[in-house]
Nanobody, 127 residues
Framework: QVQLVESGGGLVQAGDSLRLSCSPS????????MGWFRQAPGKEREFVAA????????YYGDSVKDRFTVSRDNTKNTVYLQMNSLKPEDTAVYYC????????????????????WGQGTQVTVSS
């Protein structure tokens, strides 16, 4: 089965940095783009960032554009999310997702834009 595995979450203080990683495992598959989403308790899932494998075009949510950087390593089939200047409001479970066929209009969709999802990694930022 296709699986996405996130890693790198943890407990940090405001102003610290974390680097999340996401790699597919199990059955191999092709995808056009990878996305990062997050969901805090009691809140709706929120788009964080996305990147296209070919060309590396990046997209960011408004709340993280100036602090987070998404990148990818095509040879390792791995996508990263570098999170700097973390704030307590960044506390959430972070999920990576894979889009098999690129559709810009669905790249930031929190519901039906992606085909595969990881189980998430917890990021907690204390004040």
């Amino acid at each position: 089965q296709v699986q996405l595995v996130e890693s790198g979450g943890g407990l940090v203080q405001a102003g610290d940095s974390l680097r999340l990683s996401c790699s597919p495992s199990g059955r191999t598959f092709s995808s056009d783009a990878m996305g990062w989403f997050r969901q805090a308790p009691g809140k709706e899932r929120e788009f964080v960032a996305a990147i296209r494998w070919s060309g590396g075009t990046r997209y960011y949510g408004d709340s993280v554009k100036d602090r987070f950087t998404v990148s990818r390593d095509n040879t390792k089939n791995t996508v990263y999310l570098q999170m700097n200047s973390l704030k307590p409001e960044d506390t959430a479970v972070y999920y990576c997702a894979a889009m098999r066929s690129w559709t810009r209009g669905r790249a930031m969709s929190i519901s039906n834009g992606y085909d595969y999802w990881g189980q998430g990694t917890q990021v907690t930022v204390s004040s």
